[in-house]
């Protein structure tokens, strides 16, 4: 009987043996992006775009033999409501996080991902903003505002521009990459006949086109998002604007042609590198459309760089200790993503310019040059 029973702790102590490689294989990773508001579209095909690398690693054998999981938080692009969906992926203990879209919800959490000592890929945000308050954790895969201002003022000045209306909507992103467009331009001797924030949401922007009309300005540059500056190029062109009109990288989605109708016709963006014009993108693209039904949106090439650098970082650190992943992620040297190769400045941003410009004919982005 004794015999018996010492046979059967045994066999329960093999099994437990076999079951805890088994319960231990998984690598927890976080996503952050905007799964609601009005940022929900670019949200949902980051989101898409990071688990398809993660289908694809994980049918390859993983990440040190382990299986890669997701959590997402909604970042919503609001900035108390990333927060929370930081702390709660901090909650769940994650390994990494790969996300981050608009630089003003993404600034709060590189405290909360600093304290815990959680890296973090950031596909999207990059506000200048987010250089000064990164505890370290936090590395950036887009081109910072810097970049993208010196693609601006290149253009403005091919095309003759003198005196710049500008406007913004008061986020981290829009207002940082308006102002360094202000101090940009103003240096290189040239005029901001209208520097303006409107409300996020605002739908009638009559008064705002009346001051910039009788601003003399002879373009515009709205530095914010596409729903919203959407509906500002409709009513500028409306009200007779015959100006150039330009975008920054937050209003690079087809939409915005689709909301703006033919008054976006010749409408410039300056864009992150997009999968339509990416050789190396053809393989991503097609599994993407095969796998979501619809083409991929302007960060998801990022996105999916973001994870596969994580993973390769983990893979180089040799283990899940966040400091040695951290360690890793610093010391990535040309990591070759579809989007071009990733390395790092001291500052953990992109060490090399990403931006282009697009213009849009006949109803979609097309490159300029």
């Known amino acids: 009987m004794r015999k018996r029973g010492f046979l059967g702790i045994a066999l329960v102590v093999g099994l437990l043996c076999c079951i805890q ?88 959490t590189l405290k909360i991902y600093g304290d815990a000592g959680i890296p973090i890929v950031i596909p999207a945000a990059n506000s200048t903003k987010l250089i000064d308050a990164n505890p370290g ?33 008061g986020d981290g992103y829009s207002e940082d990459l308006a102002r360094l467009t202000r101090e940009k331009w103003t240096a290189m001797g040239n005029t901001v006949a209208a520097y303006e924030v409107v409300n996020k949401g605002e ?44 975008v920054g990288d937050g209003s690079n989605s087809p939409k915005l042609m689709e909301i703006a109708g033919k008054a976006a016709e010749g409408v410039f963006c300056f864009s992150n590198p997009i999968a339509e014009y990416l050789p190396a993108a053809k393989t991503f693209s097609d599994n993407y459309r095969k796998a979501f039904g619809q083409d991929p949106g302007p960060y998801s090439t990022l996105s999916y760089d973001g994870m596969n650098l994580l993973a390769d970082a983990i893979q180089r650190a040799g283990s899940t200790d966040r400091p040695a992943i951290i360690k890793a992620l ?40």
């Open 21 to 108: 490689p088994a319960m231990a294989a998984d690598l927890k990773v976080g996503i952050m992006v905007p799964t609601t508001g009005s940022e929900a579209t670019y949200g949902k095909d980051m989101e898409n775009a990071i688990k398809m690398a993660v289908d694809e690693i994980n049918a390859k054998g993983g990440v040190l033999g382990m299986k890669i999981v997701t959590t997402t938080g909604d970042a919503a692009c609001d900035p108390q409501q990333a927060a929370a969906a930081a702390a709660k992926l901090v909650s769940e203990d994650v390994v990494a996080v790969a996300g981050g879209y608009c630089s003003g919800a993404t600034l709060p």
């Open 137 to 169: 954790v936090g590395f950036q895969i887009n081109s910072t505002g810097f970049d993208q201002v010196a693609t601006a003022v290149a253009l403005f000045k091919e095309k003759g521009l003198k005196k710049l209306a500008i406007v913004h909507q």
């Open 203 to 246: 739908q009638d922007h009559g008064s705002l086109v009346t001051r910039i009309k009788a601003s003399g300005a002879d373009s515009v540059f709205w530095t914010a998002y596409y729903a919203d500056g959407a509906l500002l190029i409709k009513q500028l062109r409306q009200a007779g604007f015959r100006g150039l009109i330009a």
């Open 330 to 369: 610093k010391e990535t040297q040309e990591f070759k993503g579809i989007t071009g190769p990733i390395s790092f400045t001291e500052q953990n941003t992109l060490a090399r310019s990403n931006f282009v410009v697009l213009v849009a004919k006949g109803g979609k982005w097309t490159m300029y040059k």
